[in-house]
DNA sequence: ATCTAAACGAGACGGTACGTCAGGTCTTGGT
DNA sequence: ACCAAGACCTGACGTACCGTCTCGTTTAGAT
């Protein structure tokens, strides 16, 4: 939720027009819609057309269009993704990985969003944060929790989200191999072999 | 190495002024220079300017500001990566990816680079073919060698490539952790965890 | 004296809050204070930012900013210029053209702003009226009835004025030659060349 | 005839793609034709359109879009006005501003162009001097050759143009009066009494 | 030695999107 | 009802970069 222009006095309330929510909801809608429609199209000009909304009512708010379209993604994928809470770990994480993958393939997928938006953030050190912080670490810990049932960070643990979500973007962005349920299974394995290597099931010694 | 404008009758066998190396290695150098100094000011205006040359002579051989840095891109890191023969795979292949690292990370690393490049094909997709072929594609086949001693494609073994360079990757791109030489044989070994379960040590037998 | 919002039925005495004179001047001060200041820097905006005061203030009494200068204007500048009364009518309208450069030249001269109202008009025609009516005719009849002691419209008159003040404007729009004592002889001259060929000394026979 | 980009060394002849006549014509006639159509058209995007032309293209050669229609008009009117070489003075500077008059008014008459670039130039001190440049000042030339056949400038001349073309002026910006012959003949009458005082018939001692 | 096709530096050009600015209207809550 | 604050729509502005298109010049091989 974009505050920008809150630089306000804590003991002065509040006065001036209100910001207007449905505005807010008819930009968010409209930039996703134009994003998942056709990438290239998503100007400011035309999210502002189509909202029926003033380009500087959007500037107001957000610093660019794909501020945006991140917010707007946000909430719409926030709860897409399952986390079961019971079964053995590897299906959790079979699951969490599956669940996401639904997410992005498939027609009206929000895979060529998803690439737009990490490419953004490798040009735009500004979106880079936002990306960051309302995005990539949000869906980090959530995975981190699920591996070890809390959030604690050790290099192990630090390797093996890396590994699960580097499979993913990896082949989001290279578009060689389909994000498959086998292919979630694989990257679990993977990833388990490093964490529960004490835990589960010692290799060797 | 670019060929573009040699739609040329067989017959016919050449006429004109020959392309001038000199020429082509000052816009590649320029256009490097310019990629690891500062993204944003390489521009094709800048490249040319740069190099001494005119726009058109940039176009004429390449069809954007991408595809020119790509090759001057290849051309300076295509011999940098050493793929060690022999020692145990785990080591040969820890060895790759710490070598791998080192172009990426520190000052004057490429790392940002590569991170446009892989943005630019996110959105471009004529570019995407390119980086696909020229810089995505033979670096999996090496690594892929590298793991089976062939270029025999398994689901295993492209699940084991895509979950090392996904690591790699996803570190570049999201820049939260260090790209290190603990975390290459993190990686490592989880993606033999993949590919020699059967071949080199079953994990439970 | 802007007075818009009275449509008020006869009998129904007055409701609300009246209208805050303070307000209204401390628009017109901070309005004619930004004109004269720099020009371009009066925008609604900061007019009632400085005069403390919303902009919607502004729009209920005033239909645009230099409606407001306008009337700032003519409060301010109203009572200055002086009307001789006795002596010869060549000194009389001296006199009058005189004591109006006054207020046009030097620093902190009017000049600047008025030239602004001048252009203003030619491109609002709303604002044109206002021009009209509320500055450029009343200047226009007190200088014809200098002239010939009444408010008689004749061609001759007519073009004496429009020639004093053409003069006058003339040189303001287009700041090529001094508005001094010697230009407004002149022009006097000149103008009563035209009304006073009868009257008073037909030049030659 | 407009000329930024051309701050190049004296000695290196020229390169590179030659100024497109056709392009610059297109540019002033669409200003012309949508200022003297109707002028809160003419805005630098709709003179672009409509001479299928990109905004580039005419900040490259001008600095705004008055600077434009400014050459287009002197392109336009610059011969239509007719200078007499016989008869008396008095007529010569009557058929003078008669003819200056017809190019004013009527329908497709100038007027409200020459009204928005006297009030550009009030507003905008670069375009001000430009409009001094281009126009005012050689009209002044000219009137005052006609007045004494030559270009001495005394007061007295000063004086004279400025106030025939301050009558010319006011009528068109206040536009209260008919810019007509009748008016012509007695501007010109006013000013020939300040320049021929002793040349022609001097008033009484 | 000439001819000819192409490469080349320079830079004008059409186009698209950007981010900003100001004007004028509308909507809060407070007085 | 008035008012300060400020959100909002609108429309134009000037800029940046892209990729294409001429210019005139240079350079090689073919004749």
Redesign the pocket.
Known sequence: MPQR?VL?CADR????????ER??RAILTAALSLALDNL??M????I?RS???????I???WS??WEVVLDALLEYADQEVVILTDGPLLERVVGFLSSTFALITGPGGVGPLLGALMAQAQVDPGFAVSWREKFVMPRRRALMQLLDGTVEQTADNDAAVDLLFGGMWYRLLVSHGPLDEPYARRLAMAALSLTCRRAEAPPTE
Chains 1, 2, 3, 4 share one sequence.
């Open positions: 222009p306000r309330p509040h006065t001036g027009r209100v910001r207007n505005t807010r290239s199209d100007t400011v000009d035309s502002a909202a029926g909304v003033g380009k500087q009512t500037y107001r708010w660019s269009k």
